[in-house]
């Protein structure tokens, strides 16, 4: 790395935010600084500040928020700068890419009048030149078929088209910092893969600096020259990239590395009775149709799949975003109408209505991905957790159902008074544990766990992950974990089946597809979640 | 999208049909009839009257007749003002209503929308908060209040207006009547936009336009105010509908001879016919207007598509 001059340095940068409880300090004086063409990663779990520090440096904090100290850009201190100087600095010389490709663009313009208008503004162009402008950065962010995309909406691309749209804007004006706040986060691994070669190339190219806020240590490893590491608004550590993943100075680096889930789950003993059987399953949704608007559009999710689930298992389901794999988790427990043939111990429940289904739904139990929406704010945690045992177990008095509830939190590791309290008083990992404790109070025997980890920071996750095995192991429970993160299945299931539009592309034990994917879309998911996430502190 | 267009226009039929029957028979469930207030009236001509509009046909026969007839665009005689046709009451009064709704409503959404901007662009700041209040008593101060306070101070006090009358459409006639029925849109209006633009402003998009270094018009007008404007538009479609088929309170307190007042008065006259035109008037305004906000829809969002 050749020693270049600093162009941006953080100083003493605090940020309040006002709230009804009193001031809130989200960032807590700290330092950072950023040389001409280096990668830089500040590296944090949600909470942490590291998204405030750059809202700030770009004066995009929400209108609470006030910042204070010194955010010093070749010499001008950004913090001070009038919105119209301000504005000759953010999108020309610093730009900014952010974590939800799907909604930072304006829904309501074409791609081209967004790109084209940042050009106009910052470079006092033309029309038509701007448009060749536009055009250009298109295809310098690897768009394919750029004149006709200008005319495209946001809604009519993907999240990793949108993603390329944004890095287009950010770059029109040949930045000397891009910041990108998360930029592959809500994105799939293979197109997140894409996205950061992306990003790498074209600082090749264009020679600006870049700044990753990031979560995900495997993006720090892979791109950054230097880090900063940043807990409850305060950076914790700092250094070579390297020499961080080598020789964590802090205890909290240290968790951060050692957090990814790690361990395997056994095969359960090959003469466990299968609980939960699905045949040739289908589910079909119908889309548009009625009087005169033609014929409906037949959208086919789950296509002909089959799948046993045996006592004390776990069938990992992996596969992208608009795989099916929740539709199928879904179909298997009757949440949703299907075609084919599922049995439930030696029941078969294919066409079981829900009336039949209610006494089953005791032990077939479904987690949700996100612990903000899937509990009733208005209900105590006790309240939300015992609610089951009302319908399934209806001649319990209150004061068993009170034990039960006590029970049940000890079992997930809460602290039994949390049942007086109200879910928002609770952390996202907190929240998973209470959505998990009013599934197990019903002592189920299936548990189809919808990306239950996915919504929470990695830390967190893995500790998810270690309860969930730890209530597998106590109550021979079977799971059917369904996720699009390999690391979190690799430690969860002992079977694995990958599904892609609708279907299986391949199936087997756990081990087997990690070590040997034999279809090319598996090697291509697993490659994608190698060059990202995967990395080992004793490596 | 034409043919969505001519798809909403085939599904009104039947709306209107539906409409048409259930007022029908709802209003001759209502006891009395077109004849009976009448002081004075001799049982016989009550009879001849009666016998001439085909009233003691039996109800079915009453209602055959009436279908056949609105089908050939025929809404029949008006029962209490027997010179009259409903068509002619309406070709007279409608196009008044309608002169005095349509400049309500576009002053409502002009003059809303832009408070509404103001106050969210200033939340919780004096502005904002002055907007609010304006908001409040606007649309709680009923029109009833509103209209003579109007008469009092502009044609009174300070004898800028007339105090009523259509004065056969003169400019300054209308004014106080505009105003009445604007007053509380404004308020609906301005609340509406304040609260869909602080929303608008917030949202991921306006995040990115402003770290693009966009000015702060085209971040304020090009991007949020597009998008905000979304809730207003549904708002347009049932405020024009009532606003364009006139209001009792403004019309009579003006006296100005719009269609507003047929619709109370021709209920409490049991005026059979008036009553089925006004509905029939009120229903047709309201399908098309809300043809034309879905339209609009399409138009401002691309995200809206019908085929």
């Avoid at chain 1, 910042?67 to 009038?82: E, H």
Wanted: proline share 5%; aromatic share 6%; glycine share 8%.
């Amino acid at each position: 790395m050749v020693a270049s001059e600093t162009i941006l340095s953080v100083k003493d940068l605090r940020v309040r935010f006002r709230t009804l409880d009193g001031a809130v300090e989200a960032v807590k004086g700290i330092n950072i600084h950023v040389n001409a063409g280096e990668t830089v990663a500040v590296v944090g779990e949600s909470g942490s500040g590291k998204s405030q520090t750059m809202m700030a440096a770009m004066s995009l904090l929400a209108s609470n928020g006030e910042a204070t100290g010194v955010v010093d850009y070749r010499g001008r201190n950004l913090l001070t700068l009038s919105k119209s100087e301000l504005n000759q600095v953010r999108g020309r010389k610093i730009s900014m890419i952010f974590q939800e490709p799907m909604t930072s663009l304006d829904p309501l313009y074409s791609i081209g009048n967004q790109l084209i208008e940042p050009i106009r503004r910052h470079r006092g162009l033309g029309a038509a030149e701007a448009r060749e402008e536009a055009l250009k950065l298109l295809r310098l962010v690897q768009i394919p078929d750029p004149e006709r995309r200008m005319k495209s909406y946001p809604h009519e691309m993907s999240g990793g088209q949108r993603q390329r749209v944004m890095i287009a804007m950010a770059l029109a004006n040949d930045p000397d910092i891009l910041i990108a706040d998360e930029p592959t986060t809500a994105l799939d691994v293979t197109i997140q893969a894409q996205i950061l070669m992306l990003l790498a190339e074209l600082q090749r190219k264009l020679g600006m600096a870049i700044v990753f806020i990031t979560h995900d240590l495997g993006i720090v490893r892979r791109f950054a020259d230097r880090v900063y590491v940043m807990r409850c608004g305060e950076v914790v550590e700092e250094g070579e990239a390297e020499a961080i993943f080598v020789s964590p100075q802090h205890a909290y680096t240290k968790m951060l590395l050692a957090a990814e889930p790690t361990g395997t789950k056994a095969p359960p003993p090959p003469n466990a009775p299968v609980l939960l059987e699905g045949r040739n399953v289908e589910v079909t949704f119908r889309i548009g149709g009625g009087f005169l608007a033609g014929e409906p559009l037949m959208l086919r999710a789950v296509d002909h799949i089959s799948i046993r689930l045996k006592r004390n298992q776990t069938i990992g389901i992996v596969g992208e975003s608009g795989s099916g794999k929740s539709t199928l988790g879904r179909a298997l427990l009757r949440l949703l109408p299907s075609d084919g043939l599922i049995r439930f111990g030696d029941r078969d429940i294919s066409g079981a209505d829900r009336q039949a289904m209610r006494p089953l739904r005791r032990e077939l139990q479904l987690v949700f991905q996100d612990p903000f929406g899937s509990l009733s704010p208005r209900m105590t945690v006790g309240q939300v957790i015992t609610e089951g045992l009302l319908v399934h177990e209806p001649t319990l008095s209150g004061r068993q159902r009170d034990l039960r509830a006590v029970e049940a939190l000890r079992e997930v590791g809460l602290d039994p008074n949390a049942r007086n309290r109200y879910p928002h008083e609770f952390s996202g990992g907190q929240r998973q544990r209470i959505a998990i404790a009013r599934a197990m109070i019903l002592k189920p025997k299936v548990v189809v766990l919808d990306e239950p980890t996915s919504a929470l920071d990695r830390s967190v996750q893995k500790q998810i992950v270690e309860l969930l095995r730890k209530l597998q192991a106590d109550h021979e429970l079977s799971y059917l974990f369904i996720s699009h993160d390999l690391a979190v299945v690799r430690a969860m299931a002992d079977y694995i089946i990958v599904m892609k539009q609708g279907k299986i592309v391949e199936e087997g034990p756990t081990e087997a597809i990690f070590s040997n994917p034999q279809a090319s879309y598996t090697q291509t998911l697993m490659n994608a979640a190698v060059d990202v996430t995967r990395f080992r502190l004793s490596a | 999208m034409l043919r969505y267009v001519f798809r909403r226009l085939l599904t009104a039929i039947p709306t209107l049909f539906v409409i048409v029957t259930a007022a029908f028979f709802l209003i001759r469930v209502a006891p009395g009839g077109p004849f009976n207030q009448e002081r004075g009236l001799s049982p016989e001509i009550k009879a001849n009257l009666e016998a001439q509009f085909g009233l003691n046909d039996p109800l079915w026969l009453q209602y055959v007749h009436y279908l056949g007839n609105l089908l050939r665009g025929n809404f029949g005689p008006s029962y209490n003002m027997p010179d009259f046709t409903v068509t002619e009451l309406f070709a007279r009064g409608l196009p008044i209503s309608i002169q005095i709704g349509a400049s309500a409503l576009i002053l409502a959404l002009l003059l809303g929308s832009l408070l509404g901007t103001i106050a969210a662009l200033n939340q919780n700041k004096i502005a904002d908060y002055s907007v609010i209040a304006v908001a409040a008593a606007g649309s709680t101060i009923p029109t009833f209040v509103i209209a003579p306070v109007i008469q009092l101070l502009f044609g009174l006090t300070w004898n800028l207006l007339p105090i009523g009358g259509w004065g056969d459409g003169a400019l300054l006639n209308k004014v106080g009547p505009v105003l009445t029925l604007a007053l509380p849109q404004i308020a609906i209006v301005a609340r509406l936009m304040r609260g869909s633009m602080i929303e608008s402003l917030r949202s991921h998009h306006i995040r990115t336009a402003r770290a693009l270094g966009l000015s702060d018009w085209s971040v304020v007008v090009k991007h949020a105010l597009r998008g905000a404007i979304l809730p207003i538009v549904s708002f347009t479609g049932p405020a024009a509908a009532a606003l364009l088929t006139g209001s009792i309170i403004v019309e009579t307190i003006f006296s100005i001879p719009g269609i507003g007042r047929y619709f109370v008065d021709a209920a409490l006259n049991r005026d059979y016919t008036l009553v089925m035109g006004t509905v029939v008037v009120i229903a047709l305004f309201t399908i098309v207007f809300n043809l034309i906000v879905d339209v609009m829809y399409a138009v401002v969002d691309p995200r809206v598509r019908y085929d």
